[in-house]
């Protein structure tokens, strides 16, 4: 079996700084080979709250692979915004925006999302995704990790980043699983199976550690992978608690005709 630990949009410098040694020990104790995480380690990009960021992850056990999210580029700076965009991100938290990890069965291909030019609408460069198929393990379970969702759930008021529909359609098509992403701050997973592409399950993560109140909870997810097989965790603390409510479970299955769910009733929280 494979355990892959799934954070997203921490927002450090605008985070719940009571839950962090929870998560901590929480995502520590989960015993996975990989955590990923999926953009927006940062509120607002700026040196502070990436030394915050990297002390957060080099408090993990397991290895981790980060993306960056739209907030992890300087706001108001300009001229580094758009000529040296990366520069904090590369320094505190690493030098690749698209790194590539394996661990069990799983290969883990990033995928940099962020467009610079445009504060929060992202973009799939053609180059890039190239880059990833080319990365793809026939062998492996592929799971792409971006920040931008690549499918929105009716009454997102967020665009969706620029040639997401071809890439959903590319990535099904070359045998990629699953998608990992954040950037909305509300969970998304089976309710997206029925629109279009039940082949790819896209598991859109709430925010892990950001203290804005209309998020109304905190959250990550586990995800066991055995064979075609997947067991998904929701670990949640609501914003009036101080640490995760016993982990929601939910069970799919890879069959010829795209994912499905082992037991529907599994899916209430999902």
């Known amino acids: 079996m494979t355990r892959i630990v799934h954070l997203s949009d921490l927002h450090f410098g605008f985070h719940r700084d009571e ?18 995480v ?40 300009m001229p580094i915004r758009f000529l040296l965009p990366w520069g904090g991100y590369r320094q505190a938290i690493g030098p690749e925006l698209a790194p590539v990890a394996a661990t069990g069965s799983a290969r883990v291909l990033g995928l940099n999302s962020v467009d610079q030019f445009s ?16 990365g793809l393990d026939p062998l492996a379970t592929n799971i792409v990790a971006l920040h931008h ?17 071809e890439t959903l359609q590319c990535l099904e098509q070359r045998g990629v699983s699953i998608v990992l992403s954040g950037h909305l701050h509300v969970w998304a997973a089976a309710a997206l199976l029925n629109r279009g ?25 586990v995800l066991d992978i055995d064979g075609e097989n997947l067991t998904i965790e929701r670990h949640i603390a609501p914003m009036d608690t101080q640490d995760f409510r016993p982990p929601a479970r939910s069970r799919l299955r890879l069959c010829a005709d795209g994912w499905r769910p082992a037991d529907p009733d599994d899916l209430v929280a999902f």
């Open 19 to 36: 839950l962090v040694a929870p998560l901590l020990d929480r995502v520590n104790r989960a015993d996975a080979g990989l955590v990923v």
């Open 38 to 77: 999926t953009g927006d380690l940062t509120h607002r990009g700026r040196p502070g709250q990436f030394q915050q960021a990297a002390e957060f992850l080099d408090r993990i056990r397991p290895p981790v692979l980060a993306v960056p999210g739209n907030h992890d580029v300087p706001l108001y700076n």
């Open 119 to 134: 504060w929060q609408r992202g973009v799939v460069r053609p180059d890039q995704l190239a880059r990833l198929l080319g």
């Open 149 to 165: 969702p690549l499918q929105q759930l009716p009454g997102v008021d967020k665009q969706l980043a620029r040639r997401a529909p």
């Open 197 to 221: 592409h039940p082949h790819l399950l896209q598991i859109q993560a709430g925010t892990s550690l950001c203290a804005r109140l209309g998020d109304l909870q905190n959250e990550f997810a």
